[in-house]
């Protein structure tokens, strides 16, 4: 049976894990780069979305989602708002909409990276530990990029591949809605659509009361 003490210590280490991505990530410029319009594709691995530009046009897989001075930017923004964070964690424990989150679980691949850490306190050689944890194998996550994700399901073997295909993203906007509330609904794969506008309509919700939170906190305590 787990100590209590350690069932509490990793309660708080959850609690302040959630904090520490939600109030210092989530709710950071991130909302300000996420905002927008993301395109959709009619044939279901991006090939053919393009971004126009006055020097050409740019295939979606090639796009980069963030430039250089934006990721400094919020670099800088979340180093911040993290070590605020850890100086003074208790105002900001309390999770928003954090508590609908997964439960935070230890990263496969970063593990590897404590096994060698261990193994090298130990004392083992390092070639027997790069031999042992090796960086081209080993557990990976899925990738987050949305051309990416459906590449990475066309890769699989055909064993893994028998499941259902994913539902083409669908862009959320008035229109779409209505256009899913005009579609039949025994079309299983308008029902899927709609529940991912749904999905996507409650995160647009949710992120306009941070906005009018963010704006409360604001105007009582001055911008952070």
Known sequence: MSDPSDID?????????????EKGFRNSGLEELHTGVSPATAVGDYSDVKVSTPYGEI??????????AEMKALMIEV???????????????????????????LDPAMMDQVARYEARQRGMPEAEVWKTWPLDEGPRRAPIRSEQRVASRSERPSA?????????????????????????????????????????AADGWESAQLRVLDEIEAGAYGQD
Do not use: Y
């Open 9 to 21: 210590e990793q309660a708080w280490r959850a609690a302040l894990t959630l904090a520490l991505v």
């Open 59 to 68: 295939a979606w897989a090639d796009v980069a989602r963030l430039d250089d």
């Open 160 to 200: 893994e591949t028998d499941e259902a295909p994913a539902p083409t993203p669908l862009e959320t906007t008035l229109d779409s809605l209505r256009a899913l509330a005009n579609a039949p609904i025994a079309d299983p794969a308008w029902i899927a659509k709609a529940r991912e506008a749904l999905l996507a």
């Open 79 to 105: 180093v911040d708002r993290v070590f605020t964070i850890l100086r003074h964690p208790e105002p900001f424990l309390a999770p928003m909409g954090a508590q609908h989150w997964n439960r935070p679980r």
